[in-house]
């Protein structure tokens, strides 16, 4: 439907199509108001008609759907691709795979990794304060079993009672 010929009956679409009420879109469109008038007029067969038209308009404008971005990327990397710009390209291919939920993203860890490398030779010669210095620097060595006390000891009395 075109525009209503009636300028203030257009504008009193306009405000009914963008969610004002009848009184409100009423006054917008320059009449005195009058509540009856307003609900009388958004009646009007033409007023509703261009109403639906105009929301019409705009929810196929905000109709985004997974298939309509899919189809926009693939427009940009075939564009990207005739104009040679294979970084443009490989960014759409990358915003479809993302889209379908492909996309693997990775994530950078940045920070120290420190390698110890201890054997029995290196524990044996070590005194209270040394081992119990090491344990507290790296508390995983104790959930190893590499130092914390004669957990073997332990373990074998715990057995020899079980028998």
Do not use: C, W
Request: charged share 25%.
């Amino acid at each position: 439907m075109p525009i209503l010929p009636n300028q203030r009956h257009e504008s009193f679409a306009q405000a009914l199509a963008k969610g004002k009420t009848a009184d409100e879109a009423y006054a917008l469109a320059g009449f005195k108001p009058n509540r009856g008038n307003a609900t009388r007029l958004k009646a009007n067969e033409s007023i509703r008609k261009r109403v639906e038209e105009l929301q019409g308009r705009v929810a196929k404008k905000v109709e985004v759907t997974v298939e309509s971005l899919a189809m926009e990327l693939e427009e940009a990397r075939t564009l990207a691709l005739g104009e040679k710009q294979s970084g443009a390209a490989v960014s759409a291919t990358m915003g479809k795979a993302k889209l379908f939920g492909l996309g693997v993203e990775k994530r950078h860890l940045s920070g120290t990794v420190q390698v110890v490398t201890i054997t029995a030779k290196h524990l044996d010669g070590l005194n209270d304060d040394e081992l119990a210095a090491l344990e507290a620097a790296y508390p995983v060595l104790q959930k190893l079993g590499l130092i914390g006390g004669d957990q073997g000891a332990e373990a074998e009395e715990g057995s020899a009672d079980s028998a």
